[in-house]
């Protein structure tokens, strides 16, 4: 994963939302469809790559459009902004399994017999 990578434009867009995995083809998958042992690949996949994935997220704010400067936007997108990359610096894996994706993958295994835990 790099920032030139056109995969990785749209990192935010499938971390920040708890219905879809999208695949490296492109094809999307309901979360609450998907087997459980794809959601456990899926996460370890993911948990692996906790630095990269950082990275690119933070990359992608940094080229970020802010509202208008001295203004309350301004303040309020910046806060937000900064506040992510703290998190994202301080534990690169904590700060991956609190976005939505990661939450929704966990949820689903948690809705199996429990038999996955044993996965982990």
Not at 40 to 68: C, H, K, S
């Amino acid at each position: 994963m790099g920032p030139d990578d056109d995969a990785d434009a749209d990192i935010g867009d499938v971390l920040d939302q708890e219905t879809w995995w999208v695949d490296r083809h492109g094809d999307r998958h309901r979360i609450t469809e998907m087997e459980l042992r794809y959601c456990r690949n899926i996460i370890a996949f993911l948990e692996r790559q906790a630095e990269d994935i950082a990275d690119v997220y933070a990359y992608n704010l940094t080229i970020v459009g802010l509202p208008p400067e001295h203004t309350h936007a301004w303040d309020e997108v910046n806060d937000s902004i900064g506040s992510e990359m703290a998190a994202m610096g301080r534990d690169p894996l904590r700060w991956l399994r609190s976005k939505p994706l990661l939450v929704a993958l966990r949820r689903r295994l948690g809705e199996g017999d429990g038999a996955w835990r044993e996965l982990f």
